[in-house]
Every structure is written in structure tokens, then in C-alpha cells.
């Protein structure tokens, strides 16, 4: 058969020995060769054009350098390579390029390692040589695995201000590419959040857009849905969305939406549930209405089912007021316009002061402000029934502490001890003072029949001795003064009855010298103290003053001379706290002078005793005259 194609010569030289019939053996005659030469540039240049329809298969590969084109209808096929000798690479990087490891499928070597692929579905797949199965049996149709840090990234360089980068999932309900309207409740994108559970990947979250009402020409209204899966579990529920309209939805609450509102209006723009599907059992639900005409007002919060027990907040700007309600529709408790908060009223700040909290309640019931830390009962304020009484305390063992200014001044023991200025108790009451010229404390009686403080014994044997007293006077030496239970009055020195006279309890004794000039020089008065009523009996006594250059040390200061005091308001700071303590007005006090007058007891008993020495020394003489003068009556 004569030789008409490249492709049917053979690569053993003997067996090529003509071309198209004319012979090219060895020894043929020359004008034969020159005539097989030019038969067969006529065959190359018919492959070049394909005009032959003949084809080569090139078992050793093909080299192309420079610039090298394929052209025409022709097919250049290639064999399926493999991931570390692909069938396409380029020349001296033969492990990088394209093979072809399975039918209908496209593969991308680099470096021997298979960095993409085409499968037979279309399906674009990195890094991975199958489509790793999805949760719900879905099948990607571009799919990327990572190791570590991978991840898909887009970048995007712009100098617009409305320019970045973007993610587009769309959606048309055409079987093939095309434009077809979707419908209410059609997904048109999704992300996906997954993990594995040692076998399989399992759904974790998902966020799905979809189609929120009818759409139309230029009108496609949609919603977000955030779903995520429980614990224990492996199928996702939904746990909020948006709706086309702005309103926000948690915990499946969009077949609540109008269900759970007294007047069925469907105007919610937050709406909470506790999770169920039925009306009965479904728990909390708040909803925020912006349509202040809605009967229930702009804001509710449920517990319960609708029929049943359940709280109820409302507020509306037209009733200038917020009210609390709890089984139904009964109000438990009301903010109005001015702030006051009323609990168990509906009429805020009955005692007719701004900004007060109001607690009412029924009445055999008694109303109660109660206080706890972790759950514990500390304390509470309350109005007890029985007397109409305002109580307040602590129920722990513990006490109750009164602060001003953040520092405390005054506290009560869990055992009843009150104590003023110090946490230290010396009986039922304590008062401690740290300021000079300040009174521990004081005690003041207006009316016109004053009586002072009194001490009383209520047992019903008193004890009527020295060892039991009413009042006890000491300072850091001791022992000062005292009044006793039988009435007894006691004194450290000597300005009192009952004295501590004991010689153990002085020193530096010597006698008292001459007191006769200086009690013969103090002027004993009659007078009235200027409060005393005209009429009142005159009383006796001396005149400090006239008594003081006398004997001065039988005067005392009784109240210091001190100066008027204007009234200054407290400096605040910026935050409202106090810096400069608010100051009183007080008037100015003048010395007054008081009498020693157990000290001059004593002077004139010794100007008394004196008087005794001379009277006796008198009577000695008068004596002696009287003898001499009866021894000369008798001569």
C-alpha cells in the first residue's frame, strides 16, 4: 500500500522504501528520490494545514520555545500526566503545570503538590482533591481547605470613598443561568459555620438572607436569620432576625409578632422569646412598640403566656408615666412625670415630696423595703401595721451604720449599744467628741415649765447606796465626781460634799495659814439672777468679781468668751462632692465668772477657827480680870 501520510512511515530506515509508489529503496535511480522528495514536502505542508487529517502522537513529549501558536481546527491531545509529571509544564520546571488525573477533570500541579482542580461536575476544588461533604449533604461548587492560618481574602484598592471590598450571594429560581423572580421565604445566600466532630463536619451557625415579603420590579424586601446549634445537639435553631421592616427578633419569636400584645396590634420592633412555639408556657417576651397610639403603649415585658400570669411594663409619653404590672393587668408599681416611683399605688409621692419613693400596701399588710447581699436577708424598712410605727434594721448580727459626707458618725451594735463618733461602746451610749470647744452633749428644753435629763432607777428595789450612782465623772487619771444612788454627791477635790477626803489620795499637806482678813473682805449680797420673776425670794451669796482680788483662787471662768461665727455654705467639687463642710451661724458668748464655793466653805471655817482662838484667848483674859478684880473686892 503506498505511503500517503507522515504518520504511516515508520521509525526503521529499510522499512520506508517508497513514497506514494515511487520507489526510494536503496539503489533506486536519483530522479526517482528527487520525485519521493518533493511527494513528500507536499505531505508536510498538507499536516500543517490539516489537510490530510493525519495526526502525531509524540511519545517523548514536545519542546516549545519562543513565541509558538496552534491554530486551526485541529485537536492537540496530551496525555493524563500526573501530580509530580504533568502533561503541560513548563520547560525545566517539569513537576509544576496542568494534568489530567481522572475523566473530565483538570488539574494544577506546583512543586509536585496539587494546588487546584476541576472535577468532572464543575466543581472548582483548592488544596483538596475531593469536595469534603458539608453539614445537610450540601456540595459546594467552590471548595478550599487551609491548614493553620488559611483563610479567602479580597483586597480591594480604590480611591472612592464608596468603594470596598464585596461578597455577593445571589439567587435567581431559574433552572439554568437565567432571570426568574423568587419568592417570600426564599433563601438567597448563606453563610455557613461548621466544626468537626471527629468524623464529620457538623453545623455550629449559619446566617441566611432571605426573601421577607412578595418581591417585584425594583422590590426585593429581605430579612436576616441567625441560626446557631444548642448544646447537646447537632440541627441548628433560629435565634434572631431582622425583618425588612428594622424589627429584631430573638429566640424564634417571629410567629409571636401581634400574638402577645392586649390589643393584637402587630407594630413590634423587639421581640424576645423564651423559646416553645405555643401561646401557653412560651416565657418572657419584651416588645418595644414605636406607635405611641397602640393601646398597651410603647413598651412590654411578659412572663408567662398571655392568658395566664405575666409582668407587663408600660410606658406612654401621652400618659407621662411608666407602669408595672404582674398578673394580668394588676399595677404593682408606677414611675410618673416627676420621677416618683410608687409601689402598690398608682398616686407616686403621697407625703407631697419631689422625687420620693412611695412603697403602699394593704391594709393587714405591712410595706417593706428589704436589703440582701447574695441572697442573704440583711436588712429592711418597713411600716408595721399594728401601730402605724416606720421601722428600720438589720436582721443579721451585724450593725447598723449612719454615714455623712462617706464617713461614719454614729452606729448601732447588734446588741442594741448606740454609739456616737467612735466604734468602741462604753455602755447603751456612747459619745465621743474630738473637736475643741465642742460639748460632747447637749440637752435643751424650750417650754416654758423646763425639766433638765433624768436618771431613773426602774427597778423596784432601788439600791440606795454608795457603790450603785447615777452618774459617773472621769477622765484618763480617774475617778472625778460622782452622784450615788442614796443621793450622795462625791468629788475628787475639794469643791463638793462627800469628798474624797482619804490621805492616801493626797500630798503636799501643810496647814492652812491666816483666812480672817480674807473672809472679813468678801461682801456676802442679797440678789436675783436677771431670769428669776420680780418677786421671786432674794438670794444670798457673793459677787465673783468682788471676790477675785481677794481670794482668786475661789474664782473660775464658767463659759469662755467666744466670737460670733457667720454661716458659710459647703464648697462642692464638680462632681457634687463635698470639699468645704457647710458652716452655722452662731452669736458671740461672753466670759462669765463662777465661785469655788466648797474651797471658801473651808477658808471660813479656818477664819471660824480662828475667831474661836481669839474668843478662847478673850474669854482667858476676861477670866484673869475677873479673878483680880474679885481678889480686890475682897481686900
Same mark, same amino acid.
Given at each position: 500500500?503506498?505511503?500517503?501520510?507522515?504518520?504511516?512511515?515508520?521509525?526503521?530506515?529499510?522499512?520506508?522504501?517508497?513514497?506514494?509508489?515511487?520507489?526510494?529503496?536503496?539503489?533506486?535511480?536519483?530522479?526517482?528520490?528527487?520525485?519521493?522528495?518533493?511527494?513528500?514536502?507536499?505531505?508536510?505542508?498538507?499536516?500543517?494545514?490539516?489537510?490530510?487529517?493525519?495526526?502525531?502522537?509524540? #511519545?517523548?513529549?514536545?519542546?516549545?520555545?519562543?513565541?509558538?501558536?496552534?491554530?486551526?481546527?485541529?485537536?492537540?491531545?496530551?496525555?493524563?500526566?500526573?501530580?509530580?509529571?504533568?502533561?503541560?509544564?513548563?520547560?525545566?520546571?517539569?513537576?509544576?503545570?496542568?494534568?489530567?488525573?481522572?475523566?473530565?477533570?483538570? #488539574?494544577?500541579?506546583?512543586?509536585?503538590?496539587?494546588?487546584?482542580? &476541576?472535577?468532572?461536575?464543575?466543581?472548582?476544588?483548592?488544596?483538596?482533591?475531593?469536595?469534603?461533604?458539608?453539614?445537610?449533604?450540601?456540595?459546594?461548587? %467552590?471548595?478550599?481547605?487551609?491548614?493553620?492560618?488559611?483563610?479567602?481574602?479580597?483586597?480591594?484598592?480604590?480611591?472612592?470613598?464608596?468603594?470596598?471590598?464585596?461578597?455577593?450571594?445571589?439567587?435567581?429560581?431559574?433552572?439554568?443561568?437565567?432571570?426568574?423572580?423568587? *419568592?417570600?421565604?426564599?433563601?438567597?445566600?448563606? &453563610?455557613?459555620?461548621?466544626?468537626?466532630?471527629?468524623?464529620?463536619?457538623?453545623?455550629?451557625?449559619?446566617?441566611?438572607?432571605?426573601?421577607?415579603?412578595?418581591?417585584?420590579?425594583?422590590?426585593?424586601?429581605?430579612?436576616?436569620?441567625?441560626?446557631?446549634?444548642?448544646?447537646?445537639?447537632?440541627?441548628?435553631?433560629?435565634?434572631?432576625?431582622?425583618?425588612?421592616?428594622?424589627?429584631?427578633?430573638?429566640?424564634?419569636?417571629?410567629?409571636?409578632?401581634?400574638?402577645?400584645?392586649?390589643?393584637?396590634?402587630?407594630?413590634?420592633?423587639?421581640?424576645?422569646?423564651? @423559646?416553645?412555639?405555643?401561646?401557653?408556657?412560651?416565657?418572657?417576651?419584651?416588645?418595644?412598640?414605636?406607635?405611641?397610639?397602640?393601646?398597651? @403603649?410603647?413598651?412590654?415585658?411578659?412572663?408567662?403566656?398571655?392568658?395566664?400570669?405575666?409582668?407587663?411594663?408600660?410606658?406612654?409619653?401621652?400618659?407621662?408615666?411608666?407602669?408595672?404590672?404582674?398578673?394580668?393587668?394588676?399595677?404593682?408599681?408606677?414611675?410618673?412625670?416627676?420621677?416618683?416611683?410608687?409601689?402598690?399605688?398608682?398616686?407616686?409621692?403621697?407625703?407631697?415630696?419631689?422625687?420620693?419613693?412611695?412603697?403602699?400596701?394593704?391594709?393587714?399588710?405591712?410595706?417593706?423595703?428589704?436589703?440582701?447581699?447574695?441572697?442573704?436577708?440583711?436588712?429592711?424598712?418597713?411600716?408595721?401595721?399594728?401601730?402605724?410605727?416606720?421601722?428600720?434594721?438589720?436582721?443579721?448580727?451585724?450593725?447598723? =451604720?449612719?454615714?455623712?459626707?462617706?464617713?461614719? !458618725?454614729?452606729?448601732?451594735?447588734?446588741?442594741?449599744?448606740?454609739?456616737?463618733?467612735?466604734?468602741?461602746?462604753?455602755?447603751?451610749?456612747?459619745?465621743?467628741?474630738?473637736?475643741?470647744?465642742?460639748?460632747?452633749?447637749?440637752?435643751?428644753?424650750?417650754?416654758?415649765?423646763?425639766?433638765?435629763?433624768?436618771?431613773?432607777?426602774?427597778?423596784?428595789?432601788?439600791?440606795?447606796?454608795?457603790?450603785?450612782?447615777?452618774?459617773?465623772?472621769?477622765?484618763?487619771?480617774?475617778?472625778?465626781?460622782?452622784? !450615788?444612788?442614796?443621793?450622795?454627791? +462625791?468629788?475628787?477635790? *475639794?469643791?463638793?460634799?462627800?469628798?474624797?477626803?482619804?490621805? !492616801?489620795?493626797?500630798?503636799?499637806?501643810?496647814?492652812?495659814?491666816?483666812?480672817?482678813?480674807?473672809?472679813?473682805?468678801?461682801?456676802?449680797?442679797?440678789?436675783?439672777?436677771?431670769?428669776?420673776? $420680780?418677786?421671786?425670794? %432674794?438670794?444670798?451669796?457673793?459677787?465673783?468679781?468682788? =471676790?477675785?482680788?481677794?481670794?482668786?483662787?475661789?474664782?473660775? =471662768?464658767?463659759?469662755?468668751?467666744? $466670737? +460670733?461665727?457667720?454661716?458659710?455654705? *459647703?464648697?462642692?467639687? $464638680?462632681?457634687?462632692?463635698?470639699?468645704?463642710?457647710?458652716?452655722?451661724?452662731?452669736?458671740?458668748?461672753?466670759?462669765?465668772?463662777?465661785?469655788?464655793?466648797?474651797?471658801?466653805?473651808?477658808?471660813?471655817?479656818?477664819?471660824?477657827?480662828?475667831?474661836?482662838?481669839?474668843? $478662847?484667848?478673850?474669854?482667858?483674859?476676861?477670866? *484673869?480680870?475677873?479673878?483680880?478684880?474679885? #481678889?480686890?473686892?475682897?481686900?
Amino acid at each position: 500500500m503506498p505511503r500517503t501520510k507522515l504518520s504511516e512511515y515508520s521509525t526503521t530506515n529499510s522499512d520506508n522504501t517508497d513514497i506514494e509508489s515511487i520507489n526510494i529503496a536503496e539503489g533506486c535511480a536519483p530522479s526517482g528520490i528527487n520525485n519521493a522528495i518533493r511527494e513528500l514536502m507536499v505531505h508536510l505542508k498538507e499536516f500543517q494545514t490539516g489537510a490530510s487529517g493525519d495526526a502525531f502522537t509524540f #511519545a517523548g513529549g514536545v519542546l516549545m520555545s519562543g513565541t509558538n501558536t496552534i491554530t486551526g481546527s485541529t485537536t492537540a491531545t496530551f496525555a493524563a500526566g500526573a501530580v509530580g509529571t504533568p502533561s503541560i509544564a513548563a520547560h525545566g520546571d517539569t513537576n509544576t503545570g496542568i494534568f489530567f488525573p481522572a475523566a473530565d477533570t483538570i #488539574a494544577f500541579a506546583e512543586g509536585g503538590v496539587e494546588g487546584m482542580r &476541576i472535577d468532572s461536575s464543575g466543581n472548582v476544588l483548592v488544596k483538596q482533591t475531593s469536595n469534603v461533604a458539608q453539614p445537610g449533604n450540601y456540595t459546594p461548587n %467552590l471548595s478550599a481547605s487551609g491548614l493553620n492560618d488559611g483563610g479567602l481574602a479580597h483586597n480591594q484598592y480604590s480611591t472612592s470613598a464608596g468603594v470596598g471590598g464585596q461578597l455577593w450571594l445571589s439567587r435567581s429560581k431559574s433552572a439554568t443561568v437565567g432571570q426568574t423572580i423568587v *419568592a417570600s421565604g426564599d433563601q438567597l445566600g448563606a &453563610i455557613n459555620f461548621s466544626g468537626s466532630d471527629g468524623t464529620n463536619f457538623v453545623f455550629a451557625a449559619r446566617i441566611t438572607g432571605e426573601v421577607d415579603g412578595t418581591p417585584g420590579t425594583n422590590d426585593m424586601p429581605g430579612r436576616l436569620v441567625f441560626r446557631t446549634t444548642a448544646d447537646g445537639a447537632s440541627t441548628l435553631t433560629e435565634r434572631m432576625r431582622i425583618t425588612s421592616t428594622g424589627d429584631v427578633l430573638l429566640n424564634n419569636a417571629a410567629a409571636l409578632i401581634g400574638t402577645n400584645t392586649s390589643d393584637g396590634s402587630d407594630t413590634s420592633s423587639l421581640v424576645i422569646s423564651g @423559646g416553645g412555639g405555643s401561646a401557653t408556657g412560651r416565657g418572657a417576651v419584651l416588645q418595644l412598640f414605636g406607635n405611641e397610639s397602640a393601646s398597651t @403603649g410603647i413598651a412590654q415585658l411578659f412572663s408567662g403566656n398571655v392568658t395566664g400570669s405575666y409582668v407587663n411594663i408600660i410606658g406612654r409619653a401621652s400618659d407621662s408615666y411608666i407602669r408595672f404590672d404582674t398578673g394580668g393587668t394588676t399595677e404593682r408599681m408606677r414611675i410618673d412625670s416627676s420621677g416618683n416611683v410608687g409601689i402598690g399605688t398608682s398616686s407616686p409621692n403621697l407625703g407631697g415630696v419631689n422625687k420620693a419613693i412611695t412603697l403602699n400596701s394593704a391594709a393587714s399588710t405591712n410595706a417593706s423595703y428589704e436589703l440582701s447581699i447574695n441572697g442573704t436577708f440583711i436588712g429592711s424598712m418597713y411600716t408595721n401595721t399594728a401601730d402605724s410605727s416606720m421601722r428600720f434594721g438589720t436582721w443579721q448580727n451585724a450593725p447598723m =451604720v449612719f454615714l455623712t459626707n462617706s464617713t461614719e !458618725r454614729a452606729r448601732i451594735t447588734s446588741g442594741g449599744d448606740f454609739m456616737v463618733g467612735t466604734t468602741t461602746t462604753g455602755g447603751k451610749i456612747t459619745a465621743l467628741q474630738t473637736s475643741n470647744g465642742s460639748y460632747v452633749g447637749s440637752f435643751q428644753h424650750s417650754n416654758t415649765s423646763p425639766f433638765g435629763v433624768q436618771v431613773y432607777y426602774s427597778n423596784a428595789t432601788p439600791p440606795n447606796n454608795t457603790t450603785n450612782r447615777f452618774l459617773d465623772c472621769e477622765d484618763t487619771a480617774g475617778f472625778k465626781a460622782q452622784i !450615788r444612788s442614796n443621793g450622795g454627791l +462625791a468629788n475628787y477635790s *475639794a469643791n463638793n460634799v462627800n469628798l474624797a477626803s482619804d490621805e !492616801r489620795l493626797k500630798k503636799d499637806i501643810s496647814p492652812l495659814t491666816t483666812s480672817w482678813d480674807k473672809v472679813k473682805a468678801i461682801e456676802v449680797v442679797n440678789f436675783r439672777y436677771k431670769n428669776c420673776n $420680780e418677786g421671786d425670794p %432674794l438670794l444670798y451669796g457673793v459677787i465673783a468679781q468682788q =471676790v477675785q482680788p481677794i481670794v482668786p483662787e475661789l474664782v473660775v =471662768v464658767t463659759q469662755e468668751a467666744k $466670737e +460670733a461665727v457667720e454661716a458659710k455654705e *459647703a464648697v462642692l467639687d $464638680e462632681e457634687g462632692n463635698v470639699v468645704e463642710p457647710a458652716i452655722e451661724a452662731k452669736e458671740a458668748t461672753p466670759e462669765y465668772f463662777g465661785i469655788r464655793e466648797q474651797p471658801m466653805y473651808w477658808l471660813a471655817i479656818k477664819a471660824l477657827q480662828e475667831a474661836m482662838e481669839r474668843i $478662847e484667848t478673850l474669854e482667858a483674859q476676861n477670866a *484673869a480680870f475677873e479673878a483680880r478684880l474679885a #481678889a480686890l473686892e475682897n481686900k
